[in-house]
Structure formats: C-alpha cells, structure tokens
C-alpha cells in the first residue's frame, strides 16, 4: 500500500472548491497523470454514487480505472478508483481559512494479487506525482475559479 498526504492552501472559496473539484472530470487539469477522464453515471452536480472513467499515463503505461463519488460533504471529498490490479482512494478534505481554503490531498493505493510485489518501487514515482500535485491542483483551481 502506498499512501500520500499533501495539504496547501489557494485562494478561493470552500463551497467553490468543493464544488469544482466534486466534479472528479476536472482532474485532467490537476493530476499530472491523467489524459482522460469521462462522467459514466449521474447527471447534474455530482454526487454520491457518480462515476466516471479515468484513463492515465503511469510509468509509461495506460492505466484505466473506474471512479466513483464514495463520500460528498461540506469539508469533504472522497473518490475511489478500482481496476484488476489496484483501488486508489482519493481523500481531499477542506477547512476555511482567512484567505480561502486549504485542502488536505490524501491518496491510498492499494496493489492486488502479484501486483502488491511492485509497492516499494513504485512509493517514490506515487511521491512526486503528490509534489506535482500541490502545483498543479491550486492552479487548476485557480484558473477555473476566477475571482
């Protein structure tokens, strides 16, 4: 299992983040890893049980998953993906601050059957994807969220 834990700040809105990033399309503009990501189940404002499919670059292999909405809150935000070789839980969680919100980015993979063999040489590419992350999310906030 790998486990990331990211948390930064940007300058807009809690109910406004949470709303943009609920949309779980949008993580094409802050997950460096992402090509494609398609809404599969529930129309209008995301919610609990929406679904989508995610397709990504890792490692220099397509990676397909299956997202779906696990948990939509006020503060929080959680998405699980799964396919045959893994589930990725994407955990953002959100507190007001005095200059916006600052958001908590914590992700899980767990690996499956032979695949759990590869967790401790994949942990440092999985890092940096989480460093990226705390540039890429804000920007993408922040271009889609203008003031």
Not at 63 to 73: F, G, K, M, P, S
Request: glycine share 6%.
């Amino acid at each position: 299992m790998v486990q990331i834990h990211r948390s930064f700040t940007v300058s807009r809105q809690l109910t406004d983040v949470v709303d943009y990033l609920a949309d779980f399309a949008h993580v094409v503009d802050w997950d460096p890893g992402t090509q494609e990501c398609t809404r599969t189940h529930g129309r209008g404002d995301p919610a609990e049980g929406t679904t989508w499919h995610n397709v990504s670059l890792f490692r220099g292999r397509r990676t397909q998953l299956d997202y779906r909405l696990e948990r939509r809150e006020t503060g929080r935000l959680t998405f699980v993906g799964t396919n045959k070789t893994a589930t990725s839980t994407d955990d953002l969680t959100f507190e007001p601050t005095d200059t916006g919100t600052r958001i908590t980015y914590d992700a899980t993979i767990r690996f499956h059957g032979a695949a759990r063999l590869a967790d401790p040489f994949l942990r440092k590419e999985f890092e940096r994807l989480g460093d990226e992350i705390t540039h890429t999310m804000p920007n993408a906030v922040h271009a889609a969220l203008p003031r």
